[in-house]
């Protein structure tokens, strides 16, 4: 479970985060939606500590992030598994070398080990017999599978994707979706998943919070959103003449 | 200010870098991997321009030294103290300052804007150790072995060129390159190459390990990694010239 309390983050004058408050549960995929510049990736990326928070705190089941030290931030960023937007595979690694990394780093395990550890992720995502490509040979969808396979060599307790089907096409967005669904509950993950793909939080969402401007605007599961007074909200998921027809049938 | 800006921001970034690594495996693999980056991938062009521009030396002092009064060997002398103590070490550590350098800000920088610096930091891994520090290291150990090849090099270049062109035998280049020689010389050439070593790589890594933007942006930074170096190397050789 990681909870956020209160947090608040500005670059120079312009403040992105103010005061949100919210908690991802555990073993379930949480979503985070929200229009570009809302504050989605800020918010992740401060979860992760990559940006200092101006207020409140983070907790990793109940272990005060914000005020760790760099060695205690290190144990807990072990426990993190990261996809990014762009994938952020090491380009100049093959896959297998990209998903051995941080069993290597790590693991404390012998080269033979580790090799089979990465084959097991890589199995597991799907991409089999391609250990010696490298990023760049491969296409968008399979580097965001390896990425998957990187992020859960070390067996982590938290996930997060930020944007893991941006540049996909949906068939392709609902093969990650199901890999990311499918490894939460298995391995009973806190995952987060920053999107605006309104196909994907219907897929995979437990829970789904809505950030308009930097603040938490909404918060329940997919359920619940069909059915929201929430004008922003209501705006940003049906934002399409498509999706508007949905409701007006589902009303 | 800005020049005070970027001195904390380097020595901050040093600080970090320099340590001892995560993992010592990972650790001297990425410094033999950046041995042969630096270093070896360097052989080539530090030998064309070191031949070269010993033969071009040579020539050069064997016209104007066109006096009966002065001696042939001469030429042999002034192209062994000119090579070793210059231009095997101020003139390739500023064309490795142009290759080397620009191809560690552009590779650290392509990492930081494609996110696989903040992939590093999210493992709980210190980038700027991992990254940089096995350059660093290789800088330091390659500069002075590329140095000493650049020395042999341009003093043949001299030699084959003085004897082809008929300008200065063969036998009074040798004399030349022996007589009053001091070994010193060579210490000194390598020493300053180790510290043109640590400064080209350090300094080309700070460059792009702050590149933000896109592809101009880590272009730019590539630049500026070139043309700082190439500038602190001037200032440095100036220095260790004085000092040593």
Same mark, same amino acid.
């Given at each position: 479970?990681?909870?956020?309390?209160?947090?608040?983050?500005?670059?120079?004058?312009?403040?992105?985060?103010?005061?949100?408050?919210?908690?991802?549960?555990?073993?379930?995929?949480?979503?985070?939606?929200?229009?570009?510049?809302?504050?989605?990736?800020?918010?992740?990326?401060?979860?992760?500590?990559?940006?200092?928070?101006?207020?409140?705190?983070?907790?990793?089941?109940?272990?005060?992030?914000?005020?760790?030290?760099?060695?205690?931030?290190?144990?807990?960023?072990?426990?993190?598994? +990261? *996809?990014?937007?762009?994938? %952020?595979?090491?380009?100049?690694?093959?896959?297998?070398?990209? /998903?051995?990394?941080?069993?290597?780093?790590?693991?404390?395990?012998? !080269?033979?080990?580790?090799?089979?550890?990465?084959?097991?992720?890589?199995?597991?995502?799907?991409?089999?017999?391609?250990?010696?490509?490298? @990023?760049?040979?491969?296409?968008?969808?399979?580097?965001?599978?390896?990425?998957?396979?990187?992020?859960?060599?070390?067996?982590?307790?938290?996930?997060?994707?930020?944007?893991?089907?941006?540049?996909?096409?949906?068939?392709?967005?609902?093969?990650?979706?199901?890999?990311?669904?499918?490894?939460?509950?298995?391995?009973?993950?806190?995952?987060?998943?920053?999107?605006?793909?309104?196909?994907?939080?219907?897929?995979?969402?437990?829970?789904?919070?809505?950030? =308009?401007?930097? !603040?938490?605007?909404?918060?329940?599961?997919?359920?619940?959103?069909?059915?929201?007074?929430?004008? !922003?909200?209501?705006?940003?998921?049906?934002?399409?003449?498509?999706?508007?027809?949905?409701?007006?049938?589902?009303? | +200010?800005?020049?005070?800006?970027?001195?904390?921001?380097?020595?901050?970034?040093?600080?970090?870098?320099?340590?001892?690594?995560?993992?010592?495996?990972?650790?001297?693999?990425?410094?033999?991997?950046?041995?042969?980056?630096?270093?070896?991938?360097?052989?080539?062009?530090?030998?064309?321009?070191?031949?070269?521009?010993?033969?071009?030396?040579?020539?050069?002092?064997?016209?104007?030294?066109?006096?009966?009064?002065? @001696?042939?060997?001469?030429?042999?002398?002034?192209?062994?103290?000119?090579?070793?103590?210059?231009?095997?070490?101020? *003139?390739?550590?500023?064309?490795? %300052?142009?290759? /080397?350098?620009?191809?560690?800000?552009?590779?650290?920088?392509?990492?930081?804007?494609?996110?696989?610096?903040?992939?590093?930091?999210?493992?709980?891994?210190?980038?700027?150790?991992?990254?940089?520090?096995?350059?660093?290291?290789?800088? %330091?150990?390659?500069?002075? /072995?590329?140095?000493?090849?650049?020395?042999?090099?341009?003093?043949?270049?001299?030699?084959?060129?003085?004897?082809?062109?008929? +300008? /200065?035998?063969?036998?009074?280049?040798?004399?030349?390159?022996?007589?009053?020689?001091?070994?010193? =010389?060579?210490?000194?050439?390598?020493?300053?190459?180790?510290?043109?070593?640590?400064?080209?790589?350090?300094?080309?890594?700070? =460059?792009?390990?702050?590149?933000?933007?896109?592809?101009?942006?880590?272009?730019?930074?590539?630049?500026?990694?070139?043309?700082?170096?190439?500038?602190?190397?001037?200032?440095?050789?100036?220095?260790?010239?004085?000092?040593?």
């Amino acid at each position: 479970m990681i909870e956020v309390q209160n947090v608040s983050k500005s670059f120079k004058d312009v403040q992105i985060l103010k005061h949100l408050s919210t908690v991802f549960e555990e073993g379930k995929v949480n979503c985070i939606i929200g229009r570009s510049g809302s504050g989605k990736t800020v918010l992740m990326k401060s979860i992760v500590g990559l940006h200092e928070i101006d207020e409140g705190r983070i907790l990793f089941h109940g272990r005060n992030y914000t005020e760790m030290n760099d060695k205690q931030r290190k144990e807990i960023r072990k426990e993190i598994g +990261m *996809v990014f937007q762009s994938g %952020a595979l090491f380009d100049s690694e093959t896959l297998e070398d990209n /998903v051995m990394f941080p069993l290597r780093m790590f693991s404390g395990m012998s !080269e033979e080990e580790c090799r089979e550890r990465a084959n097991f992720c890589l199995k597991r995502v799907e991409v089999v017999n391609k250990n010696n490509l490298y @990023p760049s040979e491969i296409s968008g969808g399979m580097q965001k599978r390896v990425a998957i396979a990187r992020a859960i060599a070390l067996n982590p307790k938290y996930l997060l994707c930020d944007e893991p089907n941006s540049g996909l096409d949906p068939m392709t967005s609902i093969v990650i979706d199901n890999l990311i669904h499918g490894i939460v509950q298995e391995y009973n993950i806190t995952a987060i998943v920053n999107t605006h793909d309104m196909n994907s939080v219907m897929e995979i969402a437990d829970k789904i919070v809505f950030i =308009y401007k930097g !603040e938490k605007w909404w918060e329940g599961n997919k359920d619940d959103i069909w059915h929201t007074d929430n004008q !922003e909200l209501n705006d940003f998921i049906f934002a399409s003449s498509l999706t508007k027809k949905i409701k007006q049938t589902l009303k | +200010m800005k020049f005070f800006y970027h001195i904390g921001r380097y020595v901050l970034l040093m600080k970090k870098a320099i340590g001892w690594p995560d993992e010592k495996r990972m650790f001297w693999r990425n410094v033999g991997k950046e041995i042969v980056a630096v270093g070896y991938d360097s052989v080539g062009i530090v030998s064309i321009i070191s031949f070269f521009m010993g033969g071009v030396m040579a020539l050069q002092l064997a016209i104007n030294m066109e006096n009966p009064v002065l @001696p042939q060997y001469l030429v042999g002398l002034g192209t062994r103290d000119a090579i070793i103590l210059e231009f095997s070490s101020l *003139v390739i550590a500023l064309i490795l %300052a142009g290759k /080397v350098g620009s191809s560690i800000a552009s590779e650290i920088g392509t990492m930081r804007i494609t996110q696989q610096i903040d992939a590093l930091d999210i493992m709980g891994i210190n980038s700027a150790n991992y990254l940089i520090l096995p350059k660093i290291i290789a800088g %330091a150990i390659t500069f002075p /072995v590329i140095c000493c090849l650049s020395i042999i090099l341009g003093i043949g270049g001299g030699w084959v060129v003085g004897d082809v062109t008929g +300008m /200065v035998p063969s036998n009074q280049f040798i004399l030349g390159l022996q007589f009053m020689f001091q070994p010193f =010389y060579i210490t000194f050439t390598n020493i300053k190459m180790v510290f043109f070593g640590i400064l080209i790589t350090s300094i080309s890594s700070y =460059y792009g390990y702050n590149a933000k933007g896109g592809s101009l942006q880590v272009g730019q930074a590539s630049t500026q990694a070139v043309v700082v170096s190439s500038i602190v190397v001037l200032i440095f050789d100036l220095s260790l010239t004085t000092m040593l």
